[in-house]
């Protein structure tokens, strides 16, 4: 049973900053690994998806790299702003799940920067 | 086109009442989802909808939970004879076309659901 793990569960930093946020997976076999952001009260905004094939994407600020066969991807955030401030979740889609299309969670880190 | 929306935002029942979660998915994705986050928890997946049938349902907890959806477009949630256990936040999502490797899902704001 595929498994998704976040470290840290909570991160506070001062404006500026560069930061790494982590997830693991316990199953290589993924079709893809994708990172959300959640601000409260509100869905989910995917950020950036890797497709299984390929190491890293960028989207302005962010990159996120994978790392398919120890189980690893990283999210990177540049100069880091207030506006960052959210819970970021990893999610992946296995590869084998007899048809279905489910996404599989970890439980996210919740990152406050601070003015 | 307007995103996926999600009814009500939020709803407060007592225990034992049944409830029906509305989601309206993006026009023209024929892929739909249904995930629940629960305090402390992650989310975690419910039941997924290809077109009007549901190739995968095991994620729902009991057979209190139960989905349908009509025209390829809205899906409702029923939960009956609700506990407090049910209270959490249920997600909506959607994609274009399932069974392809880069098919973001784009969920819905979510109901909020309370227990009492």
């Known amino acids: 049973k595929q498994e998704v793990t976040q470290i840290p569960a909570a991160l506070s930093v001062p404006e500026g900053e560069n930061l790494v946020l982590n997830c693991s997976f316990t199953d290589s076999a993924i079709y893809n690994l994708q990172w959300f952001r959640q601000d409260p009260g509100k869905g989910l905004t995917s950020l950036l998806l890797i497709q299984s094939s390929q190491r890293e994407q960028t989207s302005g600020r962010l990159n996120a790299s994978l790392d398919k066969s120890s189980g690893r991807s990283t999210l990177y955030i540049a100069a880091s702003q207030p506006g960052d401030s959210a819970t970021y979740l990893c999610?992946?889609?296995?590869?084998?799940?007899?048809?279905?299309?489910?996404?599989?969670f970890g439980k996210g880190t919740k990152l406050t920067v601070n003015p | 086109g307007a995103g996926v929306s999600q009814s009500p935002s939020n709803k407060v029942t007592e225990k034992g009442k049944d409830v029906e979660l509305r989601c309206d998915p993006i026009s023209g994705h024929t892929a739909l989802y249904w995930y629940r986050q629960s305090l402390g928890q992650g989310l975690e997946f419910l039941i997924y909808f290809q077109g009007n049938s549901a190739p995968d349902k095991s994620g729902l907890p009991s057979d209190r939970f139960s989905a349908e959806r009509t025209g390829g477009s809205v899906s409702t949630l029923t939960i009956q004879r609700t506990q407090q256990e049910d209270s959490a936040v249920y997600l909506c999502?959607?994609?274009?076309?399932?069974?392809?490797?880069?098919?973001?899902?784009?969920f819905g704001p979510g109901t909020r659901l309370l227990v009492l």
């Open positions: 999610a992946v889609k296995p590869l084998s799940q007899g048809g279905s299309e489910k996404l599989v």
């Open positions: 999502a959607s994609s274009l076309v399932a069974g392809t490797f880069g098919e973001t899902q784009y």
